[in-house]
């Protein structure tokens, strides 16, 4: 299976934007981004104006970096997209949100995506009762996703849902008690907390 071994950090610097891939480490001081805020490579500092297909590559790069997607599986969602009723670009997001690793990471269990994906791998997860171990897999409305009962008591899930005071996002219902999540309703574009221009990808993909 393939992987993205690119350092994290690196990630947000070509972006110029925190992009909150390392959980705790992205709000700290000692970010990169924070202490030295250029691209990296030799010519980072260079200032470089963008063409419109820059901008559009830019804009779609940083959406595969924030849900840690790679292009083959990234171009699927868009086709996949473009063959439902609706505006593509949401449909784009609302694909990505509903993936069972940004879901676990929305809800507070995980510290990042790529934490929620390691965790989903290591199968501490159900979804509708069932064991799901695939990052990509992808909710509806009215699921259930919750820690399996042994895994409950790991420090990791202890010390997550303790720290987890703010607000889940509005389309889902985190159950502290009970170590659960329920997809309320499918997330609509204003729900979605992303700093991403989804019209730069829709055009970058219909050249």
């Known amino acids: 299976m393939a992987r993205d071994l690119e350092p994290s950090c690196k990630k947000c610097r070509r972006e110029s934007a925190k992009l909150f891939l390392k959980g705790e480490k992205c709000f700290l001081p ?17 200032f470089k104006k963008s063409s419109d ?24 969602y868009f086709l996949q997209a473009s063959q439902e009723k609706g505006n593509r670009g949401e449909i784009l997001l609302q694909l ?3 993936r069972l690793d940004n879901v676990i990471y929305r809800a507070g269990l995980a510290a990042s995506r790529k934490g929620a994906r390691i965790l989903i791998d290591h199968e501490h997860f159900l979804v509708n009762g069932k064991k799901v171990n695939i990052p990509s897999y992808l909710v509806s409305e009215k699921n259930k996703m919750e820690v399996k009962k042994k895994s409950q008591k790991l420090s990791i899930f202890l010390g997550l849902i303790k720290k987890s005071e703010k607000q889940t996002s509005s389309w889902l219902k985190l159950d502290k008690k009970n170590f659960s999540i329920s997809v309320v309703a499918l997330p609509k574009r204003e729900e979605i907390d992303t700093d991403i221009n989804e019209q ?8």
């Not at 730069?200 to 050249?207: D, Q």
Request: some cysteine.
């Open 30 to 46: 000692k970010c990169p981004v924070t202490r030295r805020n250029i691209k990296p490579g030799a010519h980072g500092g260079t």
């Open 53 to 76: 297909y820059g901008l559009q590559l830019r804009e779609k790069q940083k959406a595969k970096r924030i849900y840690g997607v790679l292009e083959k599986q990234f171009k699927k």
């Open 96 to 98: 990505l949100e509903r």
């Open 200 to 207: 730069l990808i829709i055009e970058f993909y219909s050249r």
